[in-house]
């Protein structure tokens, strides 16, 4: 088999009580070592390989590290132990085509939704290529006509359309999404989740990680499932779905998986 993409090495993270002890990746200071009073570990000694064009979603309860896990990923934060390592590097800081788009959502207010998306192409110099640039990921989202708005004037649906066209824009090669959809009705949600499986096939050789508490929505997308445990969180589970899109959520093998994945939250399948 190919390299990994992304591979995790024993990926061990530990917060404190009153803030996090895992410490900014720019911070000179060592990692810390052994376990001090009042410390919490979240995540306990992950490893974990990602190939080239995977949709790989996580889940796991409230709590359990999966957001932790993304940032370790970005670059944002830097494991008490173990190791990240992308395109076999490691991964030191945060990557202009390693792209997170956040659980709380991030345009910034001050732009309008054309200036948002302009922003991630910056690398392009003439003002008019950049302007066509952005306008076709904004068509790209069905984000037409809304270019000169703020955040403000759109819908929460309409925002995290924006967000993927801008996180599109810097044509990620690794796209890390942390419950994307949260926050946003059934309906909408649905139509993200064709827009996104859409998206994967246009560009096939992005890695996603995907963060969802939505058991469906991971069926629906993702060729591989990775379920954490409790802190110190393990890998639960890791199971490869090789069921081809578009998938019928009815289908015995999903509902299989379903149960499977219901067993390991502890929630009963008759839910
Ligand atoms: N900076 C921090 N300092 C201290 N504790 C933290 C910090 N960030 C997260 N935690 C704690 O680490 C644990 C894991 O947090 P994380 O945000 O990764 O969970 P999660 O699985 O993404 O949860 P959710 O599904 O609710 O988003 C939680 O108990 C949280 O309170
Ligand atoms: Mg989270």
Redesign the pocket.
């Known amino acids: 088999m190919s390299k990994p993409k992304i591979r995790l090495e024993q990926v061990t ?1 530990r ?8 410490r900014r990746i720019r911070d000179s200071e060592p990692a810390v070592e052994g376990s001090s009073h009042g410390e ?1 570990i ?2 306990n000694g992950i490893d974990l390989d990602i190939h080239a064009g995977e949709f790989v979603s996580i889940l ?12 370790i990923i970005a670059g944002f934060l830097k494991p008490d132990g173990g190791s990240v390592w992308i395109d076999d590097k490691k991964v030191e800081g945060p990557q202009s085509r390693h792209v997170f788009i956040f ?1 709380e959502g991030a345009l910034f207010p001050w732009l309008t939704i054309m200036e948002n998306v302009s922003l991630a192409l910056r690398s392009i110099s003439d003002s008019r290529e950049r302007h066509d640039k952005a306008r076709e990921y904004l068509e790209l989202v069905a984000l037409e006509g809304v270019e000169s708005h703020y955040p403000y004037m759109l819908s929460g649906g309409m925002r995290q359309r924006a967000e993927i066209a801008r996180a599109l824009a810097a044509q990620p090669d690794v796209l890390l999404m ?2 994307p959809f949260s926050g946003l009705d059934q309906l909408t949600r649905l139509h993200l989740r064709e827009e996104l499986l859409y998206l994967h096939v246009m560009l096939p050789s992005t890695t996603i990680l995907f ?1 969802t ?1 939505d058991i469906d929505e991971s069926l629906q997308l993702s060729n591989r499932l990775v379920i ?1 445990g409790e ?1 110190p ?1 393990r890998i639960k589970c890791c199971r490869t779905i090789s069921i081809p899109h578009p998938r019928t959520l009815t289908t015995p093998e999903l509902g299989e998986l379903r149960s499977l994945i219901h067993h390991h939250l502890g929630v009963h399948s008759s839910l």
Not at 15 to 22: F, L, Q, R
Not at 60 to 67: E, I, P, W
């Open positions: 993270v917060y404190g009580n009153g803030g996090s002890m895992t919490r979240i995540l796991g309860h409230s709590g359990c590290g999966k957001s932790t896990l993304l940032k659980q942390d419950e963060v508490h954490l802190p969180s």
